[in-house]
Nanobody, 113 residues
Framework: QVQLVESGGGLVQPGGSLRLSCAAS????????FGWYRQVPGKVREPVAQ???????GYGESAEGRFTISRDNAKNMVYLQMEDLKPEDTATYYC???????WGPGTQVTVSS
């Protein structure tokens, strides 16, 4: 069955960096689009970045210029490199397969001094 598992979250100071990873299994990884989303309690889950099977990328307004999404088809992994983190980036970050119902459990990112 489809499984997505995020890792790499944690506590980081403003201006710092983190790299999130999403390990995917149960699908033909290389043909799918994957996305990163984030959610703060009480708010709607918002798209952060997306990468297609052809490595075309797109970013939400908050991520543009600071975050980079990438994938490794040999390892079935999707990554989100986050730079210059701000307190408003604090959220639970989720990996999603395409635009369907498959999500990972999330990884918490906290940006605070």
């Amino acid at each position: 069955q489809v499984q997505l598992v995020e890792s790499g979250g944690g506590l980081v100071q403003p201006g710092g960096s983190l790299r999130l990873s999403c390990a995917a299994s149960g699908m033909l990884f290389r043909i799918y689009t994957f996305g990163w989303y984030r959610q703060v309690p009480g708010k709607v889950r918002e798209p952060v970045a997306q990468i297609t099977s052809r490595n075309e990328t797109g970013y939400g307004e908050s991520a543009e210029g600071r975050f980079t999404i990438s994938r490794d088809n040999a390892k079935n992994m999707v990554y989100l490199q986050m730079e210059d983190l701000k307190p408003e980036d604090t959220a639970t970050y989720y990996c999603r397969l395409g635009e369907g119902p498959y999500w990972g459990p999330g990884t918490q990112v906290t940006v605070s001094s």
